[in-house]
Antibody, heavy 121, light 108 residues
């Protein structure tokens, strides 16, 4: 079955960067696109960006352009999301999710367990 | 960017009752590219409905989706205790995907 296992919780200082990983199993890695969605405490879901399978084309929400980098490593079946210039408002649970196919946009069929990133001085 | 507005914010119902959740888009969602997710406290979201009306694998048939254009609805025909949760709609008809702010279905 499909499993997306994310890296552990992080505590970061304002102005620094964080890189969250998402290791996928169940199905050929390059056949699927991946997305990153975050959820601030007590708030709703916020789409951050996505990356297609096969060609690795990325698309980022306008709000995060210039601050977020989404990549994949096919050799380890892992997707990554790096967020820079962190501020307190970036404190949230970050989810990776897999689309139903190699293309995006699309619906998010499988989700990781989430990674809590806390930004605090 | 397409803005999705969900209503009501909170729905207070009893087990066995019918729940009707609304998701309205600021502009037409192409090809009914609208999905619904369920999220319980401390858990990741779970896909319920895609393509506005297709149930995801393993989703009970008490969940149904409908709508097109700018108005979409998620209906839970008879609420089970495990259905009390927060529900989100998502549009994926544009390259900038967006979520609604969520509707909480709580026990009355």
């Amino acid at each position: 079955q499909v499993q997306l296992v994310q890296s552990g919780a992080e505590v970061k200082k304002p102005g620094s960067s964080v890189k969250v990983s998402c290791k996928a199993s169940g199905g050929p890695f390059s056949s699927y696109a991946f997305s990153w969605v975050r959820q601030a405490p007590g708030q709703g879901l916020e789409w951050m960006g996505g990356i297609t399978g096969m060609f690795g084309t990325t698309n980022t929400a306008q709000k995060f352009q210039g601050r977020v980098t989404i990549t994949t490593d096919e050799s380890t079946s892992t997707a990554y999301m790096e967020l820079s210039s962190l501020r307190s408002e970036d404190t949230a649970v970050y989810y990776c999710a897999r689309y139903s196919g190699y293309y995006r946009p699309g619906y998010l069929q499988h989700w990781g367990q989430g990674t809590l990133v806390t930004v605090s001085s | 960017e397409i803005v999705l507005t969900q209503s009501p914010g909170t729905l207070s119902l009893s087990p066995g009752e019918r729940a009707t959740l609304s998701c309205r888009a600021s502009q037409s969602v192409s090809s009914t590219y609208l999905a619904w997710y369920q999220q319980k406290p401390g858990q990741a979201p779970r896909l319920l409905i895609y393509g506005a009306s297709s149930r995801a694998t393993g989703i009970p048939d008490r969940f149904s989706g409908s709508g097109s254009g700018t108005d979409f609805t998620l209906t839970i025909s008879r609420l089970e205790p495990e259905d009390f949760a927060v529900y989100y709609c998502q549009q994926y008809g544009s390259s900038q995907e967006t979520f609604g702010q969520g509707t909480k279905v709580e026990i009355k």
